[in-house]
C-alpha cells in the first residue's frame, strides 16, 4: 500500500505540474457555469390551443388527471365558451391551434381540428379521427371498433406530467457527466501511460521494488480522484445531494471501464498519437445511447450492449425518479462485472506487452 501511495502522490503532482489536473478542474467549473446561467431552462415556444368543448368530456378527462384550470392555461391550453372565440384566437397567434368537440345526434363524437393555412390536410384529418376514436373510448358509443372492444379498454393516468416539462440544462446533465467524467479515462489513461512510456519511466520501474500491477493501480486512482472532483463540481451545483452516492457509484464504474480499456490501448502503442483513432472510435460508440436517452423511439435492443447506455439511463433514473429505480441497481451491476473482467484483462494483457519489450 505505501507504494501504490508514493505512486499515487507522484502522479498527482505530475498531473499539476502539467496542469491536465488544473485543466479538467476548471472546464468543469465553466460548464456548470454554463448550465446554471446560460443555458436556458426551457428552449421550446409553447404552443397555444383553444379548445370548445361542448360534451366537457376531455375537460373533465384532463381535470381528473389532477391538472388544474391553471395549470392548463400555464401549458397553453384554453377553453372557451364557442366555435368563434375559438377561430378569434388562432386568428390572434400564427402558431396557435383549435378543436372544436360536438357530440352527434347518434351518441358519437365529432372533431374539428383547427389549424393554420400550411398544416397539411392529411395531418388535420389524422388528428380528428384520432380524437374521436379517442374520445369513443373515454366514453363509448362511438368509434371504429366493436362495443365490447371499448368495454375491455381501460384509461387510466400512470404519470403526472410529461418528461418533457423537466428543465433543459438538467436534461443535458446526464450526458455531459458520462462524456467529461465517465469516458474521459479512456482518453486520459492512454496519454498517461504514453507520457511515462516515452519518459522511459516503465523501463526504471522494471527494477524497483514497485511491480506493474501497483503502477497501474495508481494511474486508476489517479483519474478516479480526478472524476470525483469533476463529479461533484458539475452535479451538486445542479441537484444537490439528491441521488449523489448512487450517481457517484455509477460514475466511479465508468471511470474504471474507460481507464482499463485505455491501459489496453496504452500497452499496444507507443505513444497517445499511435491510439488516437481507436480512442476516438470506442468514445463514438460509447455515445450513441445518448441518442435513445433524447429520442426514445430510437432503443433498439443492440444499444443496451454498449456499458455507457448503462450509465446513461442509470444518471437518468437517479436525477429524474419515476419509479424506475431498478434501471439504476442493473446499470450498476452490470457495469461492475464489466469493469471485474475489464481490469484483470487489462492488467495481464499490458504486463505481457510491456515484457515482450524487455
Do not use: C
Not at 392548463?72 to 372565440?85: L, W
Not at 491510439?275 to 435492443?301: E, Y
Not at 429524474?320 to 439504476?328: K, L, T
Amino acid at each position: 500500500m505505501k507504494r501504490i501511495s508514493n505512486l499515487f502522490k507522484k502522479d498527482i503532482i505530475l498531473g499539476i505540474k502539467d496542469v491536465f489536473i488544473l485543466l479538467e478542474l476548471g472546464f468543469a467549473v465553466f460548464i456548470v457555469l454554463l448550465l446554471l446561467f446560460v443555458i436556458p431552462e426551457n428552449i421550446e415556444k409553447d404552443k397555444t390551443v383553444y379548445i370548445y368543448d361542448a360534451t366537457t368530456l376531455v375537460k373533465n378527462f384532463v381535470h381528473s388527471t389532477a391538472e388544474s384550470a391553471e395549470a392548463q392555461r400555464r401549458k397553453g391550453s384554453h377553453y372557451v365558451d364557442n366555435r368563434e372565440e375559438v377561430i378569434k384566437g388562432i386568428e390572434e397567434d400564427e402558431l396557435a391551434v383549435g378543436l372544436i368537440i360536438t357530440e352527434k345526434k347518434n351518441g358519437t363524437y365529432r372533431v374539428e381540428f383547427l389549424t393554420q393555412p400550411y398544416t397539411k390536410n392529411s395531418i388535420v384529418q389524422y388528428v380528428e379521427v384520432e380524437m374521436e376514436d379517442l374520445m369513443s373510448i373515454l366514453k363509448p358509443p362511438g368509434g371504429i371498433y366493436p362495443p365490447d372492444v371499448y368495454k375491455s379498454v381501460k384509461v387510466s393516468s400512470l404519470q403526472q406530467g410529461l418528461r418533457d416539462e423537466l428543465p433543459f440544462n438538467l436534461r443535458l446533465l446526464p450526458t455531459i457527466l458520462m462524456y467529461m467524467v465517465g469516458i474521459v479515462g479512456l482518453f486520459a489513461m492512454v496519454s498517461l501511460i504514453g507520457q511515462e512510456r516515452s519518459d522511459a519511466t516503465i523501463r526504471a520501474l522494471r527494477v524497483s521494488p514497485a511491480s506493474m500491477w501497483e503502477f497501474l493501480i495508481s494511474k486508476h486512482l489517479l483519474l478516479l480522484a480526478i472524476g470525483f472532483a469533476t463529479f461533484s463540481i458539475l452535479y451538486l451545483p445542479m441537484m444537490g445531494f439528491g441521488g449523489y452516492p448512487e450517481a457517484l457509484l455509477l460514475i466511479i464504474l465508468t471511470i474504471l471501464m474507460g481507464s482499463s480499456i485505455g491501459v489496453i490501448l496504452g500497452g499496444l502503442f507507443d505513444n497517445p498519437m499511435g491510439a488516437i483513432l481507436w480512442v476516438l472510435l470506442l468514445m463514438m460508440v460509447l455515445s450513441l445511447p445518448a441518442i435513445s436517452l433524447f429520442s426514445p423511439s430510437f432503443s433498439p435492443q443492440w444499444l443496451k450492449l454498449i456499458p455507457s447506455y448503462h450509465t446513461l439511463f442509470g444518471l437518468d433514473a437517479i436525477m429524474f425518479p419515476d419509479n424506475n429505480r431498478h434501471i439504476i441497481w442493473q446499470g450498476v451491476s452490470i457495469l461492475a462485472m464489466i469493469d471485474v473482467v475489464l481490469f484483470a484483462l487489462s492488467g495481464l494483457i499490458f504486463n505481457k506487452l510491456i515484457l515482450k519489450e524487455a
